[in-house]
């Protein structure tokens, strides 16, 4: 399985036996990261800078997002689940889970996040609404995110979601000076109010279907969502197997990368991908037949003749 990369100027971290190097995607390492420069702390020119993101920029491409993490009780089975069916994805970070003593095991989980090839981005400290916020509040729930994240990511961080999507002019402006790429979604599972697991399983399914992809909004801190993640991601394989076996192209799950922007000259440009982002794409597309032969038969329906 190829976890793969993302970033320029990525480095490896450590992998399981026999298998390749997982890259993550990172500006510098925390010996070159001035903790005291907070613009330092967001200069990430792989992700940060960019237009802001919607997640209709791409079809044919999904990407998974999960919010307001980590959680000990929730986050290892998305991670697993993820990991199981080889597909990226970005943790949005709610700081306080990752501060002072009772922090200690949500640390430990964004570096397995970190050392697992996923993005991570900052969601604020507290997950406050910020649609009004002024300079004070987004000192308090971005810069001071931001130090936090990037201390413990021991990379810059270049990836802001605001909660519930909700940011001020100014606080647009504010991201804007930091250098701090906003990324929306436009797939919103409402998973946080969701009470019936398999309904909400078909539920995400068949919205990234009738989207052709998009940016997937989820929250790994909900235990409903730790159970369904890894049907979600069964089913995504399911219907990639039956659209190559229709001679149909894939749903590719790709990382955030493919979704940024930059403006050039008055118009909306696709940001150049790493090398190391497109193999890791090539990777997944490479080993979905095999993967897809390796799957079960699906079921045929039941006839009503059958039944009588």
Known sequence: ??????????????????????????ASESAGLDVKNLHA???????????????????????????????????????AALEKYDIPATFFIVTQRIAGKHGEKGRELLQRELGGGFLVGSHSVTHVN???????????EVDASIRTLAAEAHRPIGMFRPPYGALSPAGRVWLKKLGLTEVLWSVDTLDWKAHDAERLRRKVISMIKQDDGGVVLMHDVKPITARIIAG????????????????????????L????????????????????????????????????????????????????
């Not at 993302?6 to 399981?16: N, R």
């Not at 910020?130 to 308090?140: F, I, N, W, Y």
């Open 1 to 26: 399985m190829l976890l793969a990369a993302l970033a320029s100027t990525a480095h490896a971290e450590p992998a399981a036996p026999d298998a390749p190097p997982k890259v993550v995607a990172a």
């Open 41 to 79: 702390m967001t200069d990430d020119p792989v992700l940060g800078k960019a237009s802001r993101i919607e997640g209709d920029e791409r079809k044919g491409l999904v990407a998974f997002t999960f919010d307001d993490g980590p959680n000990p009780e929730t986050t290892p089975a998305v991670i």
């Open 130 to 140: 910020l649609k009004h916020a002024s300079g004070d509040q987004l000192a308090r």
């Open 232 to 255: 979600v991601l069964d089913d995504l394989e399911a219907e990639n197997c039956a659209r190559l076996a229709t001679h149909r192209e894939p749903i590719l799950p790709v990382s």
């Open 257 to 308: 990368h493919y979704f940024l922007r930059d403006l050039r000259d008055g118009k909306q440009a696709p940001r150049e991908l790493p090398a190391a982002v497109q193999q890791r794409t090539a990777a997944y597309k490479a080993a979905l037949p095999e993967r897809c032969a390796r799957r079960p038969p699906a079921a045929e329906p039941v006839s009503q003749h059958a039944t009588r």
